[in-house]
């Protein structure tokens, strides 16, 4: 784990110690992505994806110990979130309907079961960029990603959740409206968070936000920098702010999201053209 940043070596070496105690003789392998993998961890902000393979299904007393490992992390390192889901090699393979649904964490806790899509954009960083930990080297496991799949759920997802969310923020004296005025973590996680998919519509990769936010300012109109400066700065914990004022600040990310999602349209909509 030498290239892995010092506090994720940490971290990650009190994980196994709790795992190996309650649940021994049951991680096969365990690899790292997201902004650990991409080289962008940041300490406080950014937190610790992961596939973890395990040798068998487990059970309801092991479904348990498994979230107690989860919930004594967070206690333990309460601004470092372990996030990822634990999986049969067969689900990372060879995915079909007989599999099992696998159990996930995000934010920290128990989040229920779900089936490991092979074609999403965590198997696709895993299987481009992910780090191993233990067991198996992923160069070594056979799995592949259906990249016209994964770019039509991105557009389904801009168009959903991110357009849903935009307009959310727009109803007057929702939670959301209101948020958008002081949250600062809603601007960077709006902002940011269209500026990943618009990376990926335009290169056909992946980034971290911190990347995407300095690939925008390379590629969208000069009139946009503002709130993305805003955004990066927030992300690495600036305290300096390019706004005097919120109103401002709440219109240029809202302006700015809209953008992107058109922008982002047009690309997936010319690059189909081109194709056929």
Known sequence: MNHIPV???????VYFDFF??????????????????????NEGQSDIDFIAVVKREMSEIEIHRLKDIHYHM?????????DGVYILQIDLESPNKNTPLCPYFNDGKFQGFKKFDQNSIDAYQLKKYGVTVRGEKLENVNFDVNWDVLIENMRANLNTYWRNWANDCK???SLKYIGLFFNLGMIEWGVLGVSRLYYTFREKDITSKVGAGEYALRTVPQKWHKIINESMRLRKGNKKSFYT???????DALDYMEFIIRES???FTEDNRLRK
């Open 7 to 13: 506090r994720v070596n940490e971290v990650l070496s």
């Open 265 to 267: 349209n047009r690309l």
């Open 74 to 82: 967070q206690k333990r390192f309460p601004h470092t979130t372990l």
């Open 245 to 251: 004022s919120v109103f401002a600040r709440r219109k």
């Open 171 to 173: 109803q007057f004296l």
């Open 20 to 41: 190996e105690t309650k649940l021994p003789n049951l991680l096969d392998s365990y690899y790292l992505y997201g902004s650990t993998s991409l080289g962008e961890y």
